[in-house]
């Protein structure tokens, strides 16, 4: 079906010259995309780029069934635009960013309200949608939390236990990362990479990393795609294990909880094992790496992770086998198949809507172009169901790093990469532990980055959040939004 | 002479001896987990710094935020005075005043929730309301497990009422006053005594915005409640009346100190429940405390 789309197909991880993406004026263009996303694309990036005075809108759309990314752009316009959210729901945060960034307005949009920040004022200073009624309580949560977790402001309202509306409003921690990159790569970009999301570290860099060898029309050597691979699984077992032991604390169940706690720390140290950093930072560089892992330390490595990955099994079986656990984690936080095609969940969380949806399976780049872990998708939707895909994906990460390590690909580990082409656009998505990873650039006329946008898996998830708490009891919310576990930075940015 | 030197001993008992319990639990908890774990003696280090910190004051509060723990703490204490200690008796006994004890512990409740809802917050208002809800079905199979004892042994006096076993029913009793008791103490199933977060807690959340000698004194009347129903559990199964004082106090330890345990047990191995079913438990505990109430009436005829 994506044969006869007007939009341009590109690969994931390929890039294409600017003049190449079809331009339409902005009507035609949303229409365009509209019909798109009618027809099952999903939507990977939505953007704006300023132009003499005025802005482009860029959109970037995945057909996941056909192994590819579709691109196109607006002509330049100021003003508004026929929104798209009416209809494609899952475009409502997109066009709130891009009329927050460049005063863009989506007409018709249901919910237009700041992403990020409120002109100098605090995140929460906007409006929250209310419910009336003489038995509605309001309950404000944050932006202090009484964890030591990232601040992000939730508004309820209650009737009773049942939580009618949940409205998240975050922002607290606006970096300004995207426009800390326009002109760049700089000295400090790499850095700035990394800690998107610190704990995607390894899904972030690889992305980014892999913009620039696209930019440059070159690629990592094998072994440095290979060794990306393993660091982005290792990442991947530490983060699943940790959030299993904190679902497991958050229903006070202490067996699992304790354990997974000390398990996912000897797979952060198997990170550290291959770059001596256990978040993985230094390990991803644009044209390959600079830590190799020498067989003597593979097969330590190889051990060692035999052992967590034993001691992982154990941990989740307490957890699976007792009761209490299982009718707490079963229907609760349910989110619909229909809704989380709509709001276009990505990874984990879609997964245990039913949805297959992984960029390792749909759109495979680097090292999965040759080896691929099955995808692993449970139905419920509900808490239960992301905590088995966790527990699931566990199993499968576990066997692809034994099966990986195994047989390296011999080379070189680094490659200087050229210099970026001038006025491409690149995409690149990497499958992080939470999901999808978009990193799209373009440069200008010297080969510098004109926009360069990120789209954090957790830009996508936090509805499916809101969603899940409908009609839920809001004492569930803490396990609800454990089994998300979304960044709070990632989607700040 | 005698009896200043009795009371003194007895206070010391309630008050010096209730925060060991905690610490025990929590000790028995680091210990299945494989970790070492807080000191045992942790509670109390705790309530010296807080009696030496400063009190913060929502400006919205009225004198019931401290008044309202203070109350309850008395009320605590005047209902541990009414409980027998196995051989040494009760402080105070008179006919009736299993009743009173009730109303006493139903009084340092209505307290606690006043506090609460005096800070205006919705965690505190929320926190509050659960306690409450909870409270009636608690309080039912408390009532009810008074009344089996009561039918028992005929008489409407703890001292009485507590000195022989509960007989054929003892089991039944024993289940229900355990259930009663982790739920009146806000142990696991029923609440996380470990959680932070506000949004699932119950006894914890109407305490948030407490602070200093208040909430020093909230977490001392807490560990009091918890030895108070210890105590009551062990008298009430166990035929205490029957034993040697020297046998009967060894006896009374160690059921506190079983009880305890079992609390850190349950709560190492259990997940806690979601709220929908507490309901479910506690009208289990009343039911397991009516068939005992059955028994005692009709078996203890036969």
């Given at each position: 079906m994506s044969a006869s789309t007007p939009f341009a197909l590109l690969a994931n991880a390929s890039s294409l010259p600017w003049a190449e993406v079809p331009e339409w004026p902005v009507?035609?263009?949303?229409?365009?995309?509209?019909?798109?996303?009618?027809?099952?694309?999903?939507?990977?990036?939505?953007?704006?780029?300023?132009?003499?005075?005025?802005?482009?809108?860029?959109?970037?759309?995945?057909?996941?069934?056909?192994?590819?990314?579709?691109?196109?752009?607006?002509?330049?316009?100021?003003?508004?635009?026929?929104?798209?959210?009416?209809a494609h729901p899952q475009a409502h945060l997109f066009e709130r960013e891009v009329w927050e960034q460049h005063g863009l307005t989506p007409e018709g949009h249901p919910w237009l309200k700041p992403v990020r920040r409120t002109a100098g004022d605090a995140p929460t200073n906007g409006d929250f949608f209310r419910v009336d009624g003489c038995e509605i309580h309001e309950v404000a949560v944050g932006p202090v939390h009484a964890g030591i977790i990232e601040p992000g402001h939730f508004r309820f309202q209650c009737a009773g236990e049942e939580v009618l509306h949940l409205e998240i409003a975050l922002g607290y921690q606006h970096r300004g990362v995207e426009e800390a990159l326009a002109g760049g790569p700089h000295r400090a970009t790499l850095s700035q990479m990394e800690t998107v999301a610190g704990d995607a570290t390894i899904a972030h860099a690889t992305a980014h990393a892999t913009i620039m060898e696209a930019l440059a029309g070159t690629e990592a050597p094998l072994r440095a795609q290979w060794l990306r691979a393993i660091a982005l699984e290792l990442e991947r077992l530490a983060n699943h294990t940790g959030d299993l032991g904190a679902l497991a604390n958050d229903v006070a169940f202490l067996p699992t909880s304790s354990a997974c706690g000390k398990i996912r720390g000897d797979f952060l140290n198997l990170t550290a094992l291959i770059c001596g950093n256990r978040f993985g930072r230094g390990l991803v560089r644009p044209g390959g790496g600079r830590h190799d892992l020498e067989a003597e330390r593979a097969a330590r490595l190889t051990r060692q992770l035999q052992v967590a990955l034993a001691d992982t099994e154990q941990a989740v079986a307490w957890l699976w086998d007792a009761a209490s656990v299982r009718s707490r984690f079963e229907d609760v936080g349910t989110v619909f198949p229909s809704q989380a095609a709509e709001i276009g969940l990505v990874g984990l969380a879609a997964r245990a809507c039913g949805l297959v949806r992984d960029v390792r399976y749909d759109h495979p780049a680097g090292w999965h172009r040759f080896a691929q872990a099955s995808v692993v998708v449970w139905p419920s939707g509900d808490v239960f169901a992301r905590a088995r895909v966790r527990s699931l994906e566990i199993q499968r990460s576990g066997a692809f790093l034994l099966d990986q390590l195994a047989s390296p690909p011999d080379g070189e580990l680094y490659q200087e990469p050229t210099a970026p082409a001038p006025d491409t656009l690149a995409v690149s998505l990497v499958e992080g532990w939470r999901g999808e990873v978009c990193h799209v650039a373009l440069t200008d006329a010297v080969g510098r980055f004109r926009r360069y946008k990120i789209v954090d898996p957790s830009f996508h998830n936090w509805t499916g959040l809101a969603l899940a708490l409908r009609g839920a009891a809001i004492s569930d919310f803490p396990i609800c939004n454990k089994s998300f576990n979304l960044s709070y930075c990632g989607f700040d940015l | 002479m005698n009896t200043v030197l009795e009371l003194i001993f007895r206070l010391a008992w309630w008050l010096i001896l209730a925060p060991l319990l905690p610490g025990i639990i929590n000790k028995v908890k680091a210990w299945v987990a494989g970790r070492r774990g807080p000191p045992v003696l942790q509670l109390y280090y705790d309530l010296a710094r807080l009696w030496r910190k400063s009190v913060v004051m929502s400006t919205l509060a009225s004198p019931g935020f401290v008044i309202g723990p203070a109350v309850a703490w008395v009320a605590l204490l005047g209902a541990v005075i009414l409980v027998p200690l196995g051989p040494a008796g009760a402080a105070l006994s008179f006919r009736g005043d299993v009743l009173l004890m009730l109303y006493l512990l139903a009084l340092a409740r209505f307290c606690t929730a006043w506090a609460a809802m005096e800070t205006g917050s919705a965690f505190e208002g929320m926190g509050a309301a659960r306690e409450v809800s909870y409270a009636v079905l608690a309080e039912a199979a408390m009532v009810a497990a008074m009344l089996s004892l009561c039918v028992q042994t005929g008489s409407v006096s703890l001292a009485t009422m507590l000195a022989p076993s509960a007989g054929a029913g003892a089991v039944l009793l024993a289940a229900g006053l355990f259930t009663v008791l982790l739920a009146e103490n806000c142990r696991v199933p029923f609440d996380d005594p470990n959680t932070h977060l506000e949004l699932t807690m119950i006894h914890e959340a109407m305490i948030l915005d407490h602070s200093g000698p208040p909430l020093a004194v909230i977490l001392h009347g807490a560990s009091m409640k918890l030895l108070l129903f210890s105590v009551l559990l062990t008298e009430a199964v166990l035929p205490m009346g029957d034993l040697s004082p020297f046998a009967a106090t060894g006896v009374l330890l160690g059921g506190v100190l079983t009880a305890t345990v079992g609390v850190g047990l349950v709560e190492s191995l259990l997940a806690r429940f979601a709220f929908q079913r507490v309901p479910l438990l506690l009208t289990t505990a009343v039911l397991l405390c009516l068939f005992a109430l059955l028994v005692a009436w009709k078996g203890g005829a036969a």
């Amino acid at each position: 079906m994506s044969a006869s789309t007007p939009f341009a197909l590109l690969a994931n991880a390929s890039s294409l010259p600017w003049a190449e993406v079809p331009e339409w004026p902005v009507d035609e263009f949303v229409r365009a995309a509209a019909n798109e996303l009618a027809r099952g694309a999903r939507l990977c990036a939505w953007f704006g780029v300023p132009e003499a005075g005025a802005t482009r809108l860029v959109a970037v759309l995945a057909f996941d069934a056909d192994n590819t990314l579709a691109t196109a752009r607006s002509r330049p316009f100021t003003g508004g635009y026929h929104s798209l959210t009416p209809a494609h729901p899952q475009a409502h945060l997109f066009e709130r960013e891009v009329w927050e960034q460049h005063g863009l307005t989506p007409e018709g949009h249901p919910w237009l309200k700041p992403v990020r920040r409120t002109a100098g004022d605090a995140p929460t200073n906007g409006d929250f949608f209310r419910v009336d009624g003489c038995e509605i309580h309001e309950v404000a949560v944050g932006p202090v939390h009484a964890g030591i977790i990232e601040p992000g402001h939730f508004r309820f309202q209650c009737a009773g236990e049942e939580v009618l509306h949940l409205e998240i409003a975050l922002g607290y921690q606006h970096r300004g990362v995207e426009e800390a990159l326009a002109g760049g790569p700089h000295r400090a970009t790499l850095s700035q990479m990394e800690t998107v999301a610190g704990d995607a570290t390894i899904a972030h860099a690889t992305a980014h990393a892999t913009i620039m060898e696209a930019l440059a029309g070159t690629e990592a050597p094998l072994r440095a795609q290979w060794l990306r691979a393993i660091a982005l699984e290792l990442e991947r077992l530490a983060n699943h294990t940790g959030d299993l032991g904190a679902l497991a604390n958050d229903v006070a169940f202490l067996p699992t909880s304790s354990a997974c706690g000390k398990i996912r720390g000897d797979f952060l140290n198997l990170t550290a094992l291959i770059c001596g950093n256990r978040f993985g930072r230094g390990l991803v560089r644009p044209g390959g790496g600079r830590h190799d892992l020498e067989a003597e330390r593979a097969a330590r490595l190889t051990r060692q992770l035999q052992v967590a990955l034993a001691d992982t099994e154990q941990a989740v079986a307490w957890l699976w086998d007792a009761a209490s656990v299982r009718s707490r984690f079963e229907d609760v936080g349910t989110v619909f198949p229909s809704q989380a095609a709509e709001i276009g969940l990505v990874g984990l969380a879609a997964r245990a809507c039913g949805l297959v949806r992984d960029v390792r399976y749909d759109h495979p780049a680097g090292w999965h172009r040759f080896a691929q872990a099955s995808v692993v998708v449970w139905p419920s939707g509900d808490v239960f169901a992301r905590a088995r895909v966790r527990s699931l994906e566990i199993q499968r990460s576990g066997a692809f790093l034994l099966d990986q390590l195994a047989s390296p690909p011999d080379g070189e580990l680094y490659q200087e990469p050229t210099a970026p082409a001038p006025d491409t656009l690149a995409v690149s998505l990497v499958e992080g532990w939470r999901g999808e990873v978009c990193h799209v650039a373009l440069t200008d006329a010297v080969g510098r980055f004109r926009r360069y946008k990120i789209v954090d898996p957790s830009f996508h998830n936090w509805t499916g959040l809101a969603l899940a708490l409908r009609g839920a009891a809001i004492s569930d919310f803490p396990i609800c939004n454990k089994s998300f576990n979304l960044s709070y930075c990632g989607f700040d940015l | 002479m005698n009896t200043v030197l009795e009371l003194i001993f007895r206070l010391a008992w309630w008050l010096i001896l209730a925060p060991l319990l905690p610490g025990i639990i929590n000790k028995v908890k680091a210990w299945v987990a494989g970790r070492r774990g807080p000191p045992v003696l942790q509670l109390y280090y705790d309530l010296a710094r807080l009696w030496r910190k400063s009190v913060v004051m929502s400006t919205l509060a009225s004198p019931g935020f401290v008044i309202g723990p203070a109350v309850a703490w008395v009320a605590l204490l005047g209902a541990v005075i009414l409980v027998p200690l196995g051989p040494a008796g009760a402080a105070l006994s008179f006919r009736g005043d299993v009743l009173l004890m009730l109303y006493l512990l139903a009084l340092a409740r209505f307290c606690t929730a006043w506090a609460a809802m005096e800070t205006g917050s919705a965690f505190e208002g929320m926190g509050a309301a659960r306690e409450v809800s909870y409270a009636v079905l608690a309080e039912a199979a408390m009532v009810a497990a008074m009344l089996s004892l009561c039918v028992q042994t005929g008489s409407v006096s703890l001292a009485t009422m507590l000195a022989p076993s509960a007989g054929a029913g003892a089991v039944l009793l024993a289940a229900g006053l355990f259930t009663v008791l982790l739920a009146e103490n806000c142990r696991v199933p029923f609440d996380d005594p470990n959680t932070h977060l506000e949004l699932t807690m119950i006894h914890e959340a109407m305490i948030l915005d407490h602070s200093g000698p208040p909430l020093a004194v909230i977490l001392h009347g807490a560990s009091m409640k918890l030895l108070l129903f210890s105590v009551l559990l062990t008298e009430a199964v166990l035929p205490m009346g029957d034993l040697s004082p020297f046998a009967a106090t060894g006896v009374l330890l160690g059921g506190v100190l079983t009880a305890t345990v079992g609390v850190g047990l349950v709560e190492s191995l259990l997940a806690r429940f979601a709220f929908q079913r507490v309901p479910l438990l506690l009208t289990t505990a009343v039911l397991l405390c009516l068939f005992a109430l059955l028994v005692a009436w009709k078996g203890g005829a036969a």
